[in-house]
């Protein structure tokens, strides 16, 4: 009976606005307001970039000179052996990450390779630097 005494006067105190804010914190609340997400239609290209983490490898030289061209390869979590080629400014992103510890390996060709670890976590934003000396 207390209980039921405190719920109504938490319900009195938050008033009309309140109840509404609440409702959309604890699920749906039955309108579509954001005409952006899937479940309204949407063509939503980048689904898997919104799930799991995002591992940036960025490849220079010692003098903080991008290397184009390095290939890069990351294992670990759901991937067994996923390969991408930096762009003009260094980097390979690899997105959609499941959280856990990631293998990376770096070849240039020119300045030779590296290995390195890097943990990634749900949501997470890493970059992971590689340096080669000139």
Same mark, same amino acid.
């Given at each position: 009976?207390?209980?039921?005494? @405190?719920?109504?006067?938490?319900?009195?105190? &938050?008033?009309?606005?309140?109840?509404?804010? &609440?409702?959309?914190?604890?699920?749906? @609340?039955?309108?579509?307001?954001?005409?952006?997400?899937?479940?309204?239609? +949407?063509?939503? @290209?980048?689904?898997?970039?919104?799930?799991?983490?995002? &591992?940036?490898?960025?490849?220079? /030289?010692? @003098?903080?000179?991008?290397?184009?061209?390095?290939? /890069?390869? $990351?294992?670990?979590?759901?991937?067994?052996?996923?390969?991408? /080629?930096?762009?003009?400014?260094?980097?390979?992103?690899?997105?959609?990450?499941?959280?856990?510890?990631?293998? $990376?390996? $770096?070849?240039?060709?020119?300045? =030779? +390779?590296? /290995? =390195?670890?890097?943990?990634?976590?749900?949501? +997470?934003?890493?970059?992971?630097?590689?340096?080669?000396?000139?």
């Amino acid at each position: 009976m207390q209980q039921n005494r @405190s719920r109504r006067r938490t319900l009195e105190l &938050l008033g009309a606005t309140g109840l509404a804010a &609440l409702a959309g914190c604890l699920g749906d @609340s039955g309108e579509d307001d954001d005409p952006e997400t899937p479940e309204n239609g +949407s063509d939503d @290209s980048d689904d898997e970039a919104l799930d799991g983490g995002r &591992l940036t490898v960025q490849v220079t /030289t010692d @003098s903080a000179d991008p290397i184009e061209g390095a290939r /890069t390869t $990351v294992a670990g979590g759901d991937l067994e052996a996923e390969e991408r /080629t930096t762009d003009a400014d260094g980097e390979a992103v690899y997105e959609g990450l499941e959280p856990d510890t990631y293998d $990376v390996e $770096v070849e240039t060709g020119d300045f =030779g +390779s590296e /290995t =390195g670890v890097v943990p990634v976590g749900e949501g +997470s934003d890493v970059t992971r630097p590689f340096s080669f000396e000139t």
